[in-house]
């Protein structure tokens, strides 16, 4: 273009430019003149309410046209149809509008301004607000109720180029704000709404506050917003489509106070302050609404969520939603608190919160759909993966502690899936589990699979739960010191709900250990597997220690039936104990000796109330020996074979138990009522036994300390007892015994016993509460013959033992052996405190310590353990005896003794031999009479306890040897000084007319009173004690010579005349000695002559006066007649 055309076109362009203005100037002058400005207020109000359908409040409306056509509305109020509140109200809006439109009478908005607003949504049913519960949707036009378009709102047209809202306030208030719900506002709203051109999106932003408690939340919202006309063959007209896009970010967000819309329970440890970011997308044409939330991203100060929300509604349905979730870990227990309003009263959140579930949770993926205002959460259909970590609680009945869980969760809707699960339940290690839940909001099925690492305090524990045995020491399950353990499988399944779990599973012991309090031993060395089911329990092949005994056990249980099947290869001892614990019988006593090993073998089959019980015992390698001397050694073949029923709790029938000890074999059979008191019949046999054959083949067994050698031995027995109490026992039968021979073994203390030719037959009755009838009992001791005859009554409550003994002869030493140990006084002793014995005994010829006694009478009892001897009568030569013997013998405290003798004619020498002494010490008569008691509670035994009175007269005699007066002679020079005078002193002795004393004991002490001896030699007097005890004798003996020999003597230098005078005070030759220390060899020593003549005292006083005595008593006086 040239250069003129330019300033051409330039000068036309200011040319126009002012003319317009111009123009402009005159229409701005002349317009107001032009309108009616009344009437198009009224105009314009109607062209509003129309346009929305509701009543507009308006204060005031003013038209301006400088700078620009604008209508400005003051203090407008837009009121809800129950015109409680105005739905929408603004201090002031301005709408710049066009020109040439409204000269034609259109108002076609440019520009709006907002200031101040106010909106007040409110929720449509009561206690709820939600978002689609509001009238929002209703400024669309074509998508009211019913689908019935609206018409357009011209200001929201592509003529507007621009909104701006100042300042405003929204408010979402709660159906007649009640049920605690309170209002919502956002506050401090500014909004710039921006159209660039015709046919682009409009844009909008949103800013704005929601004050709380912890101050404020900032709230920022852009995007763009879109309205498209589609025409569609399906509908008539055309219809419009809007849509809206954006960004959301809220800062400093307090979801406690949203927590009332959103149906969940406040928890401040959940919520707290927030950031929230979305993409918000919403969709509206009349047949559906559609409202989303893209890329959500909450972080909140325990939890961040992340995902995505859409909401939608077709026609006249129902809204629905679905969503995508995942989340941090979050506190499970906060959530559940928060969500217990929406799972309250389902099976599988009861269960939860009873188990008092503690932990984290992490949503690793979540989809959740449904529709909007369901009842039930069953209805809404999820999909989520959970990572559980750290979980803890308390589950069951039993309130059983898990802690440390971690697991996968897959929720299917109401399905949940487990995965990996680990952790501990209990004391047990949970290393791997599985599992599913269906119906979670019905039945809540499972069926899963966990194995554990269980230790053997759990296993046990989980079998003493209620039901179990009571603990204590007789609990079936009660342990100390657990060791090991072992895995379990379980599996269960069925419903939580009706509590319908059923359980099955393996459990594999791995050497568990724990010391049993019922048994009383410790086990050890557990292996095995345990499996279970609901149709039963299964024990397979386990086999480890009791005690030190080993064990192998396999067992099923079904229900009512069961079968067990035990090998052991117990220790005997620890056996034998605890078959006696249980049986509540007395235990081993320490005396008892049991050793070796019992191989045994035991079936048992229960089917409903009945239970078969077969055993069989190998008792070969098994020892025993007890304090009363029954023993079996070790090695000595021997087995058991038990066959029973049970029948309900208390009745056992006995099949059978046979005891082999080959050749001999007891049998029992009968039954047994475990009733209060209990009642049984048992019929016990034995073969006929020839003893020679089973002391062959079992060398070493020992029966009660009797060690049978030979015979025929034979028994048959029935107890029985009714009603309880000793009185009802009763056994019948009969026992007997043909040839027998038996010894009690030799030991150092006691020669053996030797009893030949036992025959034996005994009868058992119930009669006289227990009676045994003495048919037939015949023996030989020791080659002495004896019958015995007789009966027990009263077996079973106080033993009345009756006998009469006849013997031709018997040794007496043979049973009572002097100063030693004797089995026969032994079993006396025993028996005299646990019954009563009388006995009547009659001997020809006995025999005791050499002496023989003829036609002898006895007669001896026992009761209380007080035993009485007495001897009626027994001859000795031409004399006799009778004597009476009390023995007291109490348990626990020493034995007292008190007896009466009385020897009359006895030959002397018997009775020296009786004291122990040589036979040959002295020949003679001797009448002795005492009484001696005493008891064996000293230290130096018996003879220090001694207390009585002996009188000792010996007549007619000869002393042999007397160490005493042997010295004494010697000493005299007797022997040889009487050589030709008294022939055979040396080689017979002392020949003596009588020898008197007068013995009185107290403490053991012996004092010699009235000692004499008169001689037709000599005269001997004697004073003086003797300590029993301790073996010492202090005499003085004064001796004289007599008659012719005393010319003989006088010139011995140690005699003189101690007594000078008249007829009563003749002088007397006499030498007085002193005898001390052991009775068989003590001291003699004669006393000074000095003594004698300055006067004697003491001990040598009275021997002086006591031969001054029976020298002057005539010898008819001195010396007895012997009858």
Known sequence: MSKTSSHQWLLMSVFGLFLLSGLAMILLMVFPGLIDLHSYKAYVLDQIESQLDETVEVSDISLSVFPGVQIELEHIALLDSENVMPAFSADRLVLNLRLLPLLRGEIVVKRVELDRPKINLRGERRGHLHFFDLHFFDLFPGVGDGGTPVTNVQWLSSSVREVAVRDGQIRFTPHGQSDGLSEIRIERVNTVITLPSDGTPLEFSVAGILPHDNGHAKI?????????????????????????????????????????????????????????????????????????????????????????????????????????????????????????????????YNTVTEADVSGHARIVQASVSGALGMVSPSDIAVTAQFELESMRGRFGKGRVPFENVNASLILQDDTMELRSLTGRYGGAEVLNGIGIVTAMYDAADIDSTVTFRVPTAEFLDFFGEPGAPEEGADSMWGYESPTGGGRLTLEMAGSLHHHEVEFEG???????????????????????????????????????????????????????????????????????????????????????????????????????????????????????????????????????????????????????????????????????????????????????????????????????????????????????????????????????????????????????????????????????????????????????????????????????????????QFDFESVIPRGKPSPLRELITSLSRTTILQSDIHVGTGQYNGVVWHDMHLAATGMDGVVTLEVLKAQSGDGSLRAHTTIHMPEDEPMQMDGYAQFTAVPAQDIVVLLNGDEHLMFGHADIKGELAGNGGHEDDMSATLDGQVNLTLSNGRIRKFTALSKMLNLLNLPQLLSGHVPDLSSKGLAFDSITATLIIEKGIMTIKGFSLNSPVIKIAGAGRYDIPSDNIDVVMAVSPLGSYESILKNIPVLSTIFAGGDQRRGIVTVLFEVKGPLNDPEVTTMPVESVASGLTGLGELAIGILRNIISLPKELIVPTTP
Do not use: C
């Open 506 to 808: 393996v459990f594999q012991s791995r050497g568990m250990g724990f010391y049993s309090a019922w048994a009383g031993l410790p086990v050890s060395k557990l292996v095995g597997q345990l499996n279970f089911s609901p149709s039963g329990v299964e024990l397979s092949k386990v086999k480890g220690r009791i005690g030190r005994s080993r064990i192998r056990v396999n067992a099923q249980f079904a229900g009512d039936d069961s079968i067990i099947v035990l090998q052991s290869h117990a220790d005997a001892k620890e056996l034998v104990s605890l078959l006696l614990s249980k049986a509540d019988l007395s235990p081993l006593s320490p005396d008892t000796l049991v050793r070796g090993t019992t191989l045994v073998n035991l079936r048992m089959e229960r089917h409903a109330d009945e239970a078969v019980i077969s055993a069989k015992l190998d008792l070969k390698k098994m020892g025993y020996h007890g304090k009363s001397g029954t023993s079996k050694p070790a090695g000595v073949a021997a087995s058991a074979d038990v066959d029973v029923i049970l029948n309900g709790d208390t009745q056992v029938k006995i099949q059978q138990i046979r005891f082999d000890l080959g050749p001999l074999l007891l049998t029992a059979t009968g039954h047994v009522e475990l009733t209060t008191p209990p009642q049984y019949s048992i019929s016990v046999a034995s073969n006929l036994v020839r003893l020679e054959e089973f002391h062959k083949r079992a060398p070493r067994v020992t029966i009660r300390g009797i060690h049978p050698k030979a015979g025929l031995f034979e028994a048959r027995l029935k107890f029985t007892e009714v009603g309880g109490g000793r009185k009802a026992m009763g056994i019948d039968g009969e026992v007997s015994l043909l040839h027998g021979w038996m010894s009690v073994p030799e030991t150092t203390r006691v020669k053996p016993l030797i009893i030949e030719d036992v025959n034996a037959a005994l009868q058992f009755s119930r009669e006289e509460d227990g009676r045994v009838e003495i048919g037939t009992l015949s023996a030989l001791f020791n080659d002495s013959q004896v019958h015995v005859k007789g009966a027990i009554t009263g077996l079973h409550v106080f033993p009345h033992v009756r006998v009469s003994i006849d013997a031709p």
């Open 220 to 348: 920022n919202m852009t995007g763009t917003f879109s309205a498209q006309t589609i025409h569609s063959p399906v509908f008539a007209h055309s219809h419009v489509k809007y849509r809206l896009a954006g960004t959301t970010r809220i800062s400093s967000l307090d979801l406690a106070r949203l927590q009332p819309y959103l149906g969940t329970n406040d928890n401040r440890g959940l919520y707290g302050l927030g950031d929230f970011e979305g993409e918000m997308i919403v969709t509206i044409d009349p047949t559906s609404r559609q409202f989303s939330v893209q890329d959500v991203n909450l972080r909140l100060e325990t939890v961040n969520l992340t995902g995505s929300v859409v909401f939608q509604q077709t026609n006249d349905k129902p809204w629905t939603f679905q969503s995508e979730v995942s989340t941090s870990p979050f506190d499970i227990r906060t959530a559940l608190t928060v969500l217990s309003p929406r799972l309250d009263q389902t099976t599988f």
